[in-house]
């Protein structure tokens, strides 16, 4: 096995190990990023698809509940690296940011390449190195960082690692959660990857996920255990998914885990009350359809007059008031989350309780962690992002200060 060195070596090119290798290389050490991909941050450019949300204008203190239960356990690090930071950081490298009309945060340039860009380029200024196509294996016997390259093992002795290696979603670009066998040899807590922001398995009609899997379902409400959020989704042919389901889909993925399948309710007309409702359905038809009726007096696209077939039955009844008791609630079970895969990101990861104040493992000195390996999760709306950078600030800061201690 040949043996490298590195000062300090950071284990994945994603957003949290790229901008801890940026806040090392600014402090004038000597870093190598490592990564199983042929080039870095794949899953940020994935991100970047949909815009590159990168945080939320919201106050400081809504922003932290946000992450439920782990809220206590990254207020310290969300505190030291807030969003203001992370919009400060991305314009000091030249990309301007706006606040789009639901708070959200994103570069004006509405994609990731060019942030990942001008990083990159500052990185190769600061002298910070990369090892691409390096599969991180652990450690060898006597402590070295052991990597399979190309079919060969290489071992690396760096002065401090900071793993950020993330989930397992979307394991194509980069993360497949194969560290938490390595982590959990050590005696690292590590609590098992799940879904998160996920979409979810409806048992749909044949007809139905024919005729209108990858359509929309706009300006609906979906509740679920006195929760509701506003929004939209999309049927497709396993189930639903969407930035609504996504909001939800925390409590509805426990809620499967606990009993089986979930129902979610659906509001085709939030806006009306069923009185409403029912007075637009109660006007002349001239022998109309009831589809017909709702297309005309509700706006109803053909996928939600259909959702209501779905879930009522074909034979809707006629009369105002009972169409429009449907018309409210929409009964939608769930029976599974999609695979870890195929979601947008993943909860679980290292128990926060196994990190110091600087997410040095307890049980590995030396040895730091970051980002989305983290037992935290968070919904769409650039909560993900914020927490994956300001893990892998904190991150990097400890090892300077340990670093600064040491010499």
């Known amino acids: 096995m040949g043996q490298l060195s590195a000062c ?42 949909g815009g590159l949300n990168l945080t939320h204008s919201e106050d400081f203190d809504t922003f932290l509940t946000r992450y439920g239960s782990a809220a206590p356990g990254l207020a310290p690090v969300l505190r030291a690296f807030p969003p203001k930071a992370l919009v400060a950081w991305a314009e000091a490298l030249g990309q301007e940011t706006f606040i789009g009309s639901s708070g959200r945060v994103f570069p004006k340039a509405m994609k990731a390449s060019p942030l990942l860009r001008a990083l990159l380029a500052r990185l190769s200024a600061q002298g910070v190195a990369f090892g691409m196509r390096h599969d991180w294996r652990g450690w060898t016997d006597d402590g070295a960082l052991r990597f399979r390259v190309g079919g060969e093992d290489i071992s690396v002795r760096a002065g401090a690692v900071i793993l950020a290696l993330g989930g397992a979603s979307w394991p194509r670009f980069g993360g497949d959660g194969s560290w938490t066998d390595i982590l959990t040899s050590r005696g690292i807590a590590v609590t098992p990857l799940k879904p998160a922001n996920c979409g979810f398995l409806v048992a749909w009609s044949a007809p139905f996920r024919t005729a209108f899997a990858g359509q929309p379902l706009k300006g609906a409400a979906f509740s679920f255990a006195g929760r509701s959020v506003r929004g939209e989704a999309v049927v497709t042919t396993y189930g639903i998914e969407g930035g609504a389901v996504y909001a939800l889909s925390a409590v509805l993925r426990d809620a499967i885990a606990a009993g089986g399948s979930a129902v979610l309710d659906i509001d085709l007309r939030p806006d009306l ?61 769930l029976t599974a989350t999609v695979p870890i895969e195929r979601a947008i990101s993943a909860a679980g990861g290292i ?56 010499t």
């Open 8 to 49: 300090i070596a950071v284990i994945g090119a994603g957003p949290a190990g790229l901008i801890a290798a940026d806040v090392l290389g600014a402090g004038g050490r000597s870093v190598t990023v490592y990564d199983r991909m042929p080039s870095p941050g794949r899953k940020l450019l994935m991100a970047g698809r």
């Open 351 to 406: 128990a926060l309780s196994e990190l110091d104040d600087h997410l040095m493992l307890r049980a590995l000195p030396g040895v730091y962690a970051a980002g989305e390996m983290l037992d935290w999760e968070a919904p769409t709306g650039g909560y993900l992002l914020t927490a994956c950078f300001a893990t892998g600030v904190a991150a990097a800061k400890g090892v300077l200060q340990s670093l600064a201690r040491s």
């Open 273 to 333: 009350t069923p009185a409403q409702i029912a007075a637009k359905l109660d006007r002349p038809t001239h022998g109309q359809s009831v589809s017909n009726t709702l297309r005309k007096a509700l706006r109803l696209a053909p996928v939600a007059v259909n959702l209501l077939r779905e879930a009522h039955g074909v034979r809707l009844p006629s009369e105002p008031e009972a169409l429009a008791r449907c018309v409210k609630s929409v009964p939608l079970t």
